[in-house]
Antibody
Framework: EVQLVESGGGLVKPGGSLRLSCAAS????????MNWVRQAPGKGLEWVSS??????YKYYAESVKGRFTISRDTAKLYLQINSLRVEDTAVYYC?????????????WGQGTTVIVSS | QSVLTQPPSTSGTPGQRVTISCSGS????????VNWYQQIPGTAPKPLIY???QRPSGVPDRFSGSKSGTSASLAISGLQSEDESDYYC???????????FGTGTRVTVL
C-alpha cells in the first residue's frame, strides 16, 4: 500500500525549531518529487516547499524562504523549520508528485500538526 | 498567499450541476496546468483533476475540469450529498517560482 506518514509536529514557542519527517512506503520514493503543503486552522491550503526526485532542486514559498529547509534521503522527506512564527501554526502535509504535470499530487499523508504559541 | 481566486461558496440540490471558477493570470493558469483537490474538513485533500481536465483513477466522471486563457473551472454534474466538501485549484506560478492555490470553495448540497 502506498503510504506517507508524517511525524515531528508539536507545540513550540515562537522562535523555536522543529524537524518534520515523512516516511514513505509502498512505492519507489526516489522516483518522485515531493512536497510539503500546509493548512492553518480554518484557512485554505498553502504550498510550502518542493524538492526534486534527486534532491537537486528545491523550491520554497516566499513566506518560509530562509527559515524552512526541505531535504530527503532514500526513504524519508524532511522539513526543518526554524525561527517559527505564530502564523506557521498549521497542519503540514507530505505530498507525492505524480508524473503527469506540475501540481499533480497524487498521494497525501494524514498530516502533522505544528502549533506555535508562547 | 492565494493568487488564484475562487468563489467562497456555492450550493445546489441533489442532481444539479454546479461549477467552480478559478481565476488566475498569465504567469500561472495562462501558462501551466491546473489541478483540483477535494477536501472534507479535517481530512487530507484528495486529487480530483490533473492537467486541466484529466481524472485520476477512481474519480467519478461527474467531475470535469476545463481551462480557457487565465481561468479554469471545475464542474460537478449530478450533485450528490457526498460531494459536500471544500475544493481547491492549484497551478505553478512563474513570477513567484512556486505553486499557488486557489482561495477555496465550499460546496453545500441543499
Amino acid at each position: 500500500e502506498v503510504q506517507l506518514v508524517e511525524s515531528g509536529g508539536g507545540l513550540v514557542k515562537p522562535g523555536g525549531s522543529l524537524r518534520l519527517s515523512c516516511a514513505a512506503s509502498g512505492f519507489t520514493f526516489g522516483s518522485h518529487s515531493m512536497n510539503w503543503v500546509r493548512q492553518a486552522p480554518g484557512k485554505g491550503l498553502e504550498w510550502v516547499s518542493s524538492i526534486s526526485s534527486t534532491g537537486t532542486y528545491k523550491y520554497y514559498a516566499e513566506s518560509v524562504k530562509g527559515r524552512f529547509t526541505i531535504s530527503r534521503d532514500t526513504a524519508k522527506l524532511y522539513l526543518q523549520i526554524n525561527s517559527l512564527r505564530v502564523e506557521d501554526t498549521a497542519v503540514y502535509y507530505c505530498v507525492r508528485s505524480e508524473y503527469h504535470s506540475s501540481g499533480d499530487w497524487g498521494v497525501w499523508g494524514q498530516g502533522t500538526t505544528v502549533i506555535v504559541s508562547s | 498567499q492565494s493568487v488564484l481566486t475562487q468563489p467562497p461558496s456555492t450550493s445546489g440540490t441533489p442532481g444539479q450541476r454546479v461549477t467552480i471558477s478559478c481565476s488566475g493570470s498569465s504567469s500561472n493558469i495562462g501558462r501551466y496546468n491546473v489541478n483540483w483537490y477535494q477536501q472534507i474538513p479535517g481530512t487530507a485533500p484528495k486529487p480530483l483533476i490533473y492537467s486541466d481536465n484529466q481524472r485520476p483513477s477512481g474519480v467519478p466522471d461527474r467531475f470535469s475540469g476545463s481551462k480557457s486563457g487565465t481561468s479554469a473551472s471545475l464542474a460537478i454534474s449530478g450533485l450528490q450529498s457526498e460531494d459536500e466538501s471544500d475544493y481547491y485549484c492549484v497551478a505553478w506560478d512563474d513570477s513567484l517560482n512556486g505553486y499557488v492555490f486557489g482561495t477555496g470553495t465550499r460546496v453545500t448540497v441543499l
